[in-house]
């Protein structure tokens, strides 16, 4: 079975960093699209960066030059540092993954995480 497990998560003030990791398992090699998701209180899940199995990476205009999206397939695990972070970062963050990256559509992703808080104040 597919499962990714997310860390990372806590509360911050405005201006702070966080790290968050997420380990993959039960894929048969790493030849995937991984994402970041968010979701906030009374929001719809939202994109926040997506990277390809080549290290290509895409991310949400709202968090350009402030979060930074890598993985390292050989230990299938992907990452999200999060630096300058503002109040409206609050959200449950979510790693899933997809076979291809062709769309930062929370729908267009069939496997994900728990999720991992993320508070700034």
């Known amino acids: 079975d597919v499962q990714l497990v997310e860390s990372g998560g806590g509360s911050v003030q405005a201006g702070g960093s966080l790290r968050l990791s997420c380990v993959v398992s039960g894929f048969a090699d790493s030849s995937y699209c991984m994402g970041w998701f968010r979701q906030a209180p009374g929001k719809e899940r939202e994109g926040v960066a997506t990277i390809d199995s080549n290290g290509i990476t895409d991310y949400a205009d709202s968090v350009k030059g402030r979060f930074t999206i890598s993985r390292d397939n050989a230990k299938n695990t992907l990452a999200l540092q999060m630096n300058s972070l503002k109040v409206e970062d609050t959200a449950m963050y979510y790693c899933?993954?997809?076979?291809?990256?062709?769309?930062?559509?929370?729908?267009?992703?069939?496997?994900w995480g728990q999720g991992t808080q993320v508070t700034v104040s």
């Open positions: 899933a993954t997809r076979r291809y990256c062709t769309s930062m559509s929370p729908a267009a992703f069939g496997y």
